[in-house]
């Protein structure tokens, strides 16, 4: 099995596309599907169903996935070892979630423009158990976690900064300038991003303890808001989302004091030796997302 067509298939198994595989390769779609092809006959088996313009993974696919992504690391690593350029170069996979991305990442993305161009970022948008899914998978090389601080196996993390959470409300909401404790949420109207976001989650943890919770979910944290300012109900929302709106007074905090703590992080593969560029992205987003906190 050669490198190259290692290469060629793990990047059609990830993105389930000869097309998009090709474009990030920089290949012909017809050098793709030929390597595919000369893979699949080295080994013996199809890796591969074609329906139509859909293609999915076979059993033996989906079996040899893990086995080439280590075996790319490796490669990746041994060249790391030799020879590890003065200027830190490559493509870095990233999983991160809209709140970061919006109001955490756009600095560190910044810093990675003007001052390393050589360092490709591609984000990817995932939460919760996808993104650590796709870390021990190596689909990722390292994704940022909003979470209580936990110890998952088969990751390092790195604690960046603790997030603080705002409960908010339209401003002259029943509950404004009061004390408000959890049993006051319950049976009022809730707002919600959609579950496997962890604040929203342990929130639900809570005041289903007490009693019968029914969120009405939005899809983005910017609409989430806007409902919220609306009238529609109250929302927990990280502190930086909303930020601007509490200035404006937009949206009011009410007060209330989450009994969990979130911390933003930064996870990677454990055992995974992390080339230069990603070990520069980790110092960075450390001293970055430490300033803003």
Same mark, same amino acid.
């Given at each position: 099995? !050669?490198?190259?067509?290692?290469?060629?298939?793990?990047?059609?198994?990830?993105? *389930?596309?000869?097309?998009?595989?090709?474009? !990030?390769?920089?290949?012909?779609?017809?050098?793709?599907?030929?390597?595919?092809?000369?893979?699949?006959?080295? %080994?013996?088996?199809?890796?591969?169903?074609?329906?139509?313009?859909?293609?999915?993974?076979?059993?033996?696919?989906?079996?040899?996935?893990?086995?080439?992504?280590?075996?790319? !690391?490796?490669?990746?690593?041994?060249?790391?070892?030799?020879?590890?350029?003065?200027?830190?170069?490559?493509?870095?996979?990233?999983?991160?979630?809209?709140?970061?991305?919006?109001?955490?990442?756009?600095?560190? *993305?910044?810093?990675?423009?003007?001052?390393?161009?050589?360092?490709?970022?591609?984000?990817?948008?995932?939460?919760?158990?996808?993104?650590?899914?796709?870390?021990?998978?190596?689909?990722?090389?390292?994704?940022?976690?909003?979470?209580?601080?936990?110890?998952?196996?088969?990751?390092?993390?790195?604690?960046?900064?603790?997030?603080? %959470?705002? %409960?908010?409300?339209?401003?002259?909401?029943?509950?404004?300038?009061?004390?408000?404790?959890?049993?006051?949420?319950?049976?009022?109207?809730?707002?919600?991003?959609?579950?496997?976001?962890?604040?929203?989650?342990?929130?639900?943890?809570?005041?289903?303890? *007490?009693?019968?919770?029914?969120?009405?979910?939005?899809?983005?944290?910017?609409?989430?808001?806007?409902?919220?300012?609306?009238?529609?109900?109250?929302?927990?929302?990280?502190?930086?989302?909303?930020?601007?709106?509490?200035?404006?007074?937009?949206?009011?905090?009410?007060?209330?004091?989450?009994?969990?703590?979130?911390?933003?992080?930064?996870?990677?593969?454990?055992?995974?030796?992390?080339?230069?560029?990603?070990?520069?992205?980790?110092?960075?987003?450390?001293? %970055?997302?430490?300033?803003?906190?």
């Amino acid at each position: 099995m !050669e490198l190259r067509l290692l290469v060629t298939f793990e990047k059609v198994a990830t993105a *389930l596309s000869f097309t998009r595989a090709a474009a !990030e390769l920089s290949y012909a779609q017809s050098s793709v599907t030929g390597q595919i092809r000369a893979l699949e006959s080295s %080994l013996g088996v199809e890796l591969f169903d074609r329906l139509g313009s859909r293609i999915r993974l076979t059993e033996a696919g989906e079996r040899l996935l893990p086995y080439a992504r280590q075996i790319i !690391e490796l490669a990746d690593e041994a060249r790391a070892a030799v020879v590890e350029p003065e200027e830190p170069s490559g493509t870095l996979t990233v999983g991160t979630m809209e709140s970061l991305t919006s109001y955490r990442l756009p600095p560190l *993305l910044e810093y990675f423009h003007h001052r390393h161009p050589g360092v490709r970022l591609a984000l990817r948008t995932t939460i919760g158990d996808e993104t650590r899914q796709a870390l021990r998978q190596g689909a990722y090389d390292v994704g940022f976690l909003m979470e209580e601080r936990t110890e998952h196996p088969g990751l390092t993390t790195a604690v960046l900064a603790e997030e603080p %959470l705002a %409960l908010v409300a339209a401003p002259g909401h029943p509950l404004t300038g009061a004390a408000v404790a959890t049993a006051d949420l319950v049976g009022r109207p809730l707002l919600a991003t959609e579950p496997g976001c962890a604040y929203r989650d342990l929130f639900e943890r809570e005041l289903r303890a *007490l009693g019968d919770v029914d969120f009405l979910e939005f899809g983005t944290i910017e609409a989430t808001k806007r409902a919220a300012a609306a009238g529609l109900g109250i929302a927990l929302l990280p502190e930086v989302t909303v930020a601007a709106e509490l200035a404006d007074a937009s949206l009011v905090r009410l007060d209330w004091e989450p009994p969990f703590r979130l911390h933003t992080q930064l996870a990677w593969r454990a055992g995974k030796r992390l080339p230069a560029h990603a070990r520069l992205f980790v110092e960075q987003a450390r001293r %970055l997302v430490a300033e803003q906190a």
